[in-house]
Nanobody
């Protein structure tokens, strides 16, 4: 059974930082591409950052230079460090696993990030 458990969301003032963490189980983490998505009220879910099994990363233009995605294969975790947060970063953030052995996407339950102006 695949589980992705996010933590680290919360309320922060504009300009502040938050660190989201996602712990994965039930998959071979080291071969899995991991990603963070977000969904703001009334908007579609969008890709924020992605990291491949080899450590290559890519970011949405709106977060480049402010967010950093990283992974720890020994701990089966992926982290999204968010700095210089803006009110428009307010959303529910979801951890995503793109598991190659089943060609399936798995999702966490989401964690709320609220940035006040």
């Amino acid at each position: 059974q695949v589980q992705l458990v996010e933590s680290g969301g919360g309320l922060v003032q504009a300009g502040g930082s938050l660190r989201l963490s996602c712990a994965a189980s039930g998959i071979i983490f080291s071969i899995t591409t991991m990603a963070w998505y977000r969904q703001a009220p009334g908007k579609q879910r969008e890709l924020v950052a992605i990291i491949t099994s080899s450590g290559a990363t890519n970011y949405a233009d709106s977060v480049k230079g402010r967010f950093t995605i990283s992974r720890d294969n020994a701990k089966n975790t992926v982290v999204l460090q968010m700095n210089s947060l803006k009110p428009e970063d307010t959303a529910v953030y979801y951890c995503n696993a793109k598991y190659p052995l089943s060609s399936s996407d798995y999702w966490g339950q989401g964690t709320q990030v609220t940035v006040s102006s």
